[in-house]
């Protein structure tokens, strides 16, 4: 049974940072493509990053800036996104996924994954 189960979300303040967490049992991560992406309430799903199989190419939002930063450490199975320089408007239920199934769509696009996680919340205070 596939399951992703993130972690590391928190309340924090302006400016501060976390490292989001998603961890894989029954997939290789190494073998698909995973993407982060985020809701906040009212909102629709947002793409924050993601990296190809064997962490070979990073993407990321628009809007980061370079303040969020994808990596894969495949011997634990895990995917992290590491958040810098945190705004209010960062606050969100951050979700994590796994593309098992290759469609063609761009891993922007939320219709590009197969499985994902239940989320992590992240809240950053003024």
């Known amino acids: 049974q596939v399951q992703l189960v993130e972690s590391g979300g928190a309340l924090v303040e302006t400016g501060g940072s976390l490292r989001l967490s998603c961890a894989a049992s029954?997939?290789?991560?190494?073998?698909?493509?995973v993407g982060w992406f985020r809701q906040a309430p009212g909102e629709v799903r947002e793409f924050v990053a993601a990296i190809t199989r064997n962490g070979d190419k990073t993407y990321y939002g628009n809007f980061l800036k370079d303040r969020f930063t994808i990596s894969g450490d495949y011997a634990k199975n895990t995917v992290y996104l590491e958040m810098n320089s945190l705004k209010p408007e960062d606050t969100a239920l951050y979700y994590c996924?796994?593309?098992?199934?290759?469609?063609?769509?761009?891993?922007?696009?939320?219709?590009?994954?197969?499985?994902w996680g239940q989320g992590t919340q992240v809240t950053v205070s003024l």
């Open positions: 029954g997939l290789m991560l190494s073998r698909y493509a």
């Open positions: 996924a796994a593309e098992t199934i290759v469609r063609g769509r761009q891993l922007s696009s939320p219709y590009a994954y197969d499985y």
